[in-house]
């Protein structure tokens, strides 16, 4: 079975400074999706970033990029130059075509960052 | 264009009665998807809906549990008689397309606390 491991549960991080959060995975497959996603307290879930299994080069968006290492099963969130509206609760995803599922997600239990002035 | 939305946002029972969780995709969303976050675990798979039809349940703990979406729009989700792990916080999502990679847009959420 699929499983998505984030391995720190709260991150720290100085305004303007920058931060990776980690996840790894675990799949036999070799076509897959991989995700994150950013809860702001009490607010709804939202996509930062996605990466297809199948490109090596990994996904950027704006102040948002990923170390997709597909050998070594890890899949690193990097936030630079970190402002206050990044605090959140961060949650590393997964799905796949296969064994009949149809983009349910798999997530981590998610890690959650702080932002200090 | 207004996001998927969740109705109640809280919602304190007793064990033993009964619940029923509303969710409203986005409007012209097929795919409808039911989450479910137990305190300090995964955010955990429930069902999947294709407009009415279920494409996918193998995440519903037990049949305690009852998942509806007549005509391809809002969603319900029945939980009789709620018991104590039942409590957890309750997502809804909805996608345009079936396609995996395809962006799933998440509600509030309903915190469900079983007493």
């Known amino acids: 079975a699929q499983t998505v491991t984030q391995s720190q549960p709260e991150m720290s991080v100085q305004e303007a400074e920058t931060v990776t959060l980690s996840c790894t995975y675990d799949t036999s497959e070799s076509d897959y999706y991989l995700f994150w996603y950013k809860q702001p307290p009490s607010r709804q879930m939202i996509l930062v970033i996605r990466q297809e299994a199948y490109k090596q080069q990994n996904a950027t968006e704006n102040r948002f990029s990923v170390n997709f290492q597909k050998a070594a099963k890890s899949f690193s969130l990097k936030i630079s130059d970190s402002q206050l509206g990044d605090a959140a609760m961060y949650f590393c995803?997964?799905?796949?075509?296969?064994?009949?599922?149809?983009?349910?997600?798999?997530f981590g239990k998610g890690t959650k960052l702080s932002v200090k002035p | 264009e207004a996001g998927v939305t969740q109705f109640p946002s809280h919602s304190v029972i007793e064990k033993g009665q009964t619940v029923t969780l509303r969710c409203d995709p986005i409007?012209?969303?097929?795919?409808l998807y039911w989450y479910r976050r137990v305190m300090g675990k995964e955010i955990k798979f429930l069902l999947h809906f294709v407009k009415e039809s279920k494409q996918d349940e193998s995440g519903m703990p037990n049949n305690r549990f009852l998942a509806e979406r007549t005509g391809g729009t809002y969603s319900t989700l029945k939980v009789q008689p709620a018991e104590l792990e039942d409590s957890g916080v309750y997502f809804c999502?909805?996608?345009?397309?079936?396609?995996?990679?395809?962006?799933?847009?998440f509600g509030p959420g309903t915190r469900l606390t079983v007493t």
């Open positions: 995803a997964y799905t796949t075509n296969y064994g009949g599922s149809q983009g349910n997600l798999i």
């Open positions: 999502a909805s996608s345009q397309e079936v396609r995996v990679s395809h962006e799933q847009y």
């Open positions: 409007s012209g969303h097929d795919n």
